[in-house]
């Protein structure tokens, strides 16, 4: 199976810079559509970012548009994530996926792997 694996999580201030990253086995990003998701404690999986499996064409939630910026770089199989201005409520653990639905944003229902995550705090 396609393994995921996030990196880059940790303790951030309000208003600083984050970047994540998913290493993905095998040339994954040319087969799937990958995407970020995110889970804060009592809350249900929030989708965060997509990119398609070809071209550049992105897709963002009304919460990380403007702020964040998804990228892949097929050579490397590395799936980015860069949060810019974090608020406290980005505060969650994030989470590569992949899925072979082409369709935008991702369904959590529809997507084929996750990765175990990787937590964000973000401090006021």
């Known amino acids: 199976q396609v393994q995921l694996v996030e990196s880059g999580g940790g303790l951030v201030q309000a208003g600083g810079s984050l970047r994540l990253s998913c290493a993905a086995s095998?040339?994954?990003?040319?087969?799937?559509?990958m995407g970020w998701f995110r889970q804060a404690p009592g809350k249900e999986q929030e989708f965060v970012a997509a990119?398609?499996?070809?071209?550049?064409?992105?897709r963002y939630s009304d919460a990380g548009k403007g702020r964040f910026t998804i990228t892949k770089d097929n050579n490397k199989d590395t799936l980015n994530l860069k949060m810019n201005s974090p608020k406290p409520e980005d505060t969650a653990k994030y989470s590569c996926t992949a899925t072979t639905d082409i369709r935008l944003p991702i369904a959590s229902a529809k997507c084929d792997y996750w990765g175990q995550g990787t937590q964000v705090t973000v401090s006021s």
């Open positions: 990119i398609r499996r070809d071209g550049p064409s992105t």
């Open positions: 095998g040339r994954t990003f040319s087969r799937y559509v």
